[in-house]
C-alpha cells in the first residue's frame, strides 16, 4: 500500500484562521493590549492584529486606539459578568446599542464567506472591534451554553482570556499566573502549617 505524507490542508488553514475559537481569542488579546495601565501601545495592537491574520501595514491613529478603549472596556463586560446569564444579558444589551445586522462577507473573496455585524467591510477600528468580537462571544455562547470567557484568577492579573469547552477548567490566563499562584498558595500554606512556626 502506498503511504500518502499527510500534507496539510490549504483549506484547513483557510477557515480555521477565521474560526470562532480563533476570533475570540484575538477579542481576548486585543482587549488585554487595550487594558493597560499605563495606556495601549499602537505598536502592540497592530502586532496582535498580524498575529491573527489581519494584512498589513496596521496604521492605528490616535483616534482608532481611543475608540478601541472605549470599545474594549465595553466587551470586558462579557468576561466579568456573572455565569452564563449574565454574559448573555451584556451580550443582548452591546448586540442592540452597538452593532448592525447580520450580513455575510468574503472581503472581496480574499476570505471564506463569514458572518460580520458591523456596517461595512471598510468600519472604522473599535466598530469593527465590538461587532467581530460580539459574533464570535455569541456563538461560543450559544455552543457551550457557557460563559465565553472569564478574568484571570490571580488577584495581580487583568487578563482576560477565553475558556475551553474541552478539559478541566482553566481559571488562570497563563501558564505564567499559575505558576505564580501556586507558589504563593504554597508559601502561604507552609507559613501557617504549624511545622515552620
Ligand atoms: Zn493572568
Known amino acids: 500500500m502506498r503511504y500518502i505524507a499527510p500534507v496539510p490542508s490549504p483549506a484547513y488553514d483557510w477557515s480555521s484562521r477565521h474560526s470562532v475559537l480563533t476570533m475570540a481569542r484575538r477579542t481576548a488579546a486585543l482587549l488585554n493590549v487595550l487594558s493597560t495601565e499605563d495606556g495601549p501601545d499602537p505598536t502592540a495592537i497592530a502586532e ?11 496604521d492605528l491613529a490616535a483616534r482608532d486606539v481611543d475608540g478601541m478603549r472605549t470599545a474594549a472596556a465595553l466587551l470586558r463586560q462579557v468576561f466579568t459578568a456573572d455565569g452564563v446569564d449574565g454574559a448573555a444579558e451584556v451580550l443582548n444589551r452591546l448586540l442592540r446599542d452597538h452593532t448592525g445586522p447580520l450580513r ?13 455585524l458591523d456596517l461595512d ?29 472569564r478574568v484571570c484568577a490571580s488577584p495581580s492579573c487583568p487578563n482576560v482570556f477565553i475558556t475551553q469547552g474541552a478539559g478541566p477548567e ?28
Open 48 to 58: 496582535v492584529l498580524l498575529a491573527y491574520g489581519e494584512t498589513g501595514p496596521v
Open 104 to 116: 455575510l462577507t468574503a472581503h472581496g473573496g480574499r476570505t471564506p464567506w463569514h458572518p460580520h
Open 121 to 149: 467591510d471598510d468600519a472604522p477600528w473599535d466598530e469593527w472591534l465590538i461587532a467581530s468580537s460580539c459574533m464570535a462571544l455569541t456563538v461560543l455562547l450559544w455552543d457551550r451554553q457557557l460563559p465565553p470567557g
Open 170 to 197: 482553566r481559571r488562570y490566563c497563563s501558564r505564567r499566573c499559575a505558576t505564580r499562584e501556586r507558589v504563593a498558595a504554597h508559601r502561604r500554606a507552609s507559613r501557617s502549617s504549624p511545622a515552620h512556626r
